[in-house]
């Protein structure tokens, strides 16, 4: 199984299910752990009957709530601690040192750190990596209005001291083309539909599941996101 982390204080949880949607579309098995304080997806996401800890089944992606760590989960689904999960990847959510830690983030297979370039969402999403004991390699994810190399320089400005390198490739989601008002229909509906996400929303789904998948091609990536915008 490949940890996949998302890190940051900003809202990820749309962002992680519709990746997840085009890997398990791809006929990967995903679990997403949500491992954030406010525990978004308890909200956002549809189950049966909700307790303080979790798993529910989403359109084919298994959505985790409340636990604190890998075992917690297993113990939950009747697994030993010796057993292995049975997924191809866990996308991890995370706003603090406690989850990155407790599931071990310095060992994903790959992690990304998501950020508007407000300062809470900066200074806050910074923070979880205080007192890393060693250097971890993180791919910037960046919502802005215009994307400004003045806002990537000051991101640079401010991590300095912290133990992150920034991979040199970076991705960019725009903020106010129309994406949050179709994320908020799609919440209400219950529904992961991509139809009516703008184009530079589905190209940054594109790259981010092609980097995850490591082999699979763009073109099937590509071909797997018509499918679902087609209800397929």
């Known amino acids: 199984m490949k940890k996949i982390g998302f890190i940051g ?7 992680i ?9 791809l006929n990967k098995k995903v679990i997403v752990i949500d491992s954030t304080i406010n525990q978004k997806a308890r909200y956002i996401i549809p189950a049966i009957s909700p307790t303080t800890k979790y798993v529910t089944d989403f359109e084919d992606i298994d959505i985790a709530v409340g636990f604190e ?13 010796d057993q292995e999960l049975e997924y191809d990847f866990a996308l991890i959510d995370t706003d603090n040192a406690e989850g990155f830690g407790n599931f071990e983030l310095g060992t994903a297979a790959k992690n990304y750190f998501v950020t508007s370039f407000d300062n809470y969402s900066l200074k806050k999403g910074l923070e979880i990596f205080t007192g890393l004991n060693e250097v971890i390699s993180l791919t ?13 320089d000051y991101l640079n400005f401010l991590s300095l001291g912290y133990k992150a390198i920034w991979n040199e490739y970076k991705i960019y989601f725009p903020i106010e083309n129309g994406d949050l ?8 509906l219950a529904k992961i539909k991509f139809k009516k996400l703008s184009i530079q929303y589905k190209d940054g789904l594109a ?12 073109a099937n990536i590509r071909k797997t996101i018509k499918l679902i915008e087609k209800g397929v």
């Open 17 to 25: 299910i519709y990746i997840s949607k085009i890997l398990v579309t």
């Open 181 to 188: 008002t179709v994320i908020y229909e799609n919440q209400r």
């Open 69 to 81: 760590n890998f075992d917690d989960i297993k113990r939950y689904l009747g697994l030993s601690n």
């Open 9 to 15: 204080a900003y809202d990820k949880t749309d962002l």
């Open 207 to 218: 790259y981010i599941a092609e980097e995850i998948l490591e082999d699979v091609s763009e």
């Open 140 to 152: 910037k994810i960046l919502y802005s209005k215009e994307m400004l190399k003045e806002e990537d």
